[in-house]
């Protein structure tokens, strides 16, 4: 059974910094495109930063010059670091991985809590 886990969410102070992780059971990791959503209370599933298999990289204009993605194939692990975080930011952030040939494996993890207050 397939399982992404995110870790790495938590309360920060505006101006301040987390590294969310997320960490894939599938085979073959590397041939998934990964990306990250948030999703704030009332509002909808909106794509934060995506990393193809590639390593092409896209952010939503919301996280450009303020969050960085990344991954490392040989952990299994993609990475979304985030800087200067804005109370704006607070959402669940998830996880997401699709095949870079196939749109039928598609998976998603359960969610990281971000908050942003002082």
């Known amino acids: 059974q397939v399982q992404l886990v995110e870790s790495g969410g938590g309360l920060v102070q505006p101006g301040g910094s987390l590294r969310l992780s997320c960490t894939a059971s599938?085979?073959?990791?590397?041939?998934?495109?990964i990306n990250w959503y948030r999703q704030a209370p009332g509002t909808q599933r909106d794509l934060v930063a995506a990393?193809?298999?590639?390593?092409?990289?896209n952010y939503a204009d919301s996280a450009k010059g303020r969050f960085t993605i990344s991954r490392d194939n040989g952990k299994d692990t993609a990475y979304l670091q985030m800087n200067s975080l804005k109370p704006e930011d607070t959402a669940v952030y998830y996880c997401?991985?699709?095949?870079?040939?196939?749109?039928?494996?598609?998976?998603w993890g359960q969610g990281t809590q971000v908050t942003v207050s002082s």
């Open positions: 997401n991985a699709v095949h870079q040939s196939t749109t039928a494996l598609n998976y």
């Open positions: 599938m085979l073959l990791f590397r041939l998934y495109n």
């Open positions: 990393i193809t298999s590639g390593g092409s990289i």
